[in-house]
């Protein structure tokens, strides 16, 4: 299984970007997609989740109801709204694939992902 994220750059604070990954290799609708981020000297964070489905979504408060996961069976991709950036949110953004025992099952956890992407810088100017 192969991951390949696009989409990231600089952008200013308050302005938008989307990220996406593309997928090969497995059978995408079995997946559990997520996106982490890992910013300078930080530990790899948790920002997004969706379901095998792509019903059930789960966020960290710090991006709630700024971005949104997305995921498309069809296409075997999964993508990154961010709206609303903060200088906080730069980082790179990694995608993750994994497997869960219900279709609106999520994971938040790293650990629960076996397949991952190589990521994307997002920079968020001030």
């Known amino acids: 299984v192969q991951l390949v994220e696009s989409g990231g750059g600089l952008v200013q604070a308050g302005n938008s970007l989307r990220l996406s990954c593309a997928t090969s290799?497995?059978?995408?609708?079995?997946?559990?997609m997520a996106w982490f981020r890992q910013a300078p000297g930080k530990e790899r964070e948790f920002v997004a989740a969706?379901?095998?489905?792509?019903?059930?979504?789960k966020y960290t408060d710090a991006v709630k109801d700024r971005f949104t996961i997305a995921k498309d069976n069809l296409k075997s991709t999964v993508s990154l709204q961010m709206n609303s950036l903060k200088p906080e949110d730069t980082a790179v953004y990694f995608c993750?694939?994994?497997?869960?025992?219900?279709?609106?099952?999520?994971?938040?956890?790293?650990?629960?992902?076996?397949?991952w992407g190589q990521g994307t810088q997002v920079t968020v100017s001030s």
């Open positions: 993750a694939a994994g497997f869960s025992t219900g279709a609106f099952v999520y994971h938040t956890a790293a650990g629960r992902y076996l397949y």
């Open positions: 290799g497995g059978t995408f609708s079995t997946f559990v």
């Open positions: 969706v379901s095998r489905n792509g019903i059930a979504t």
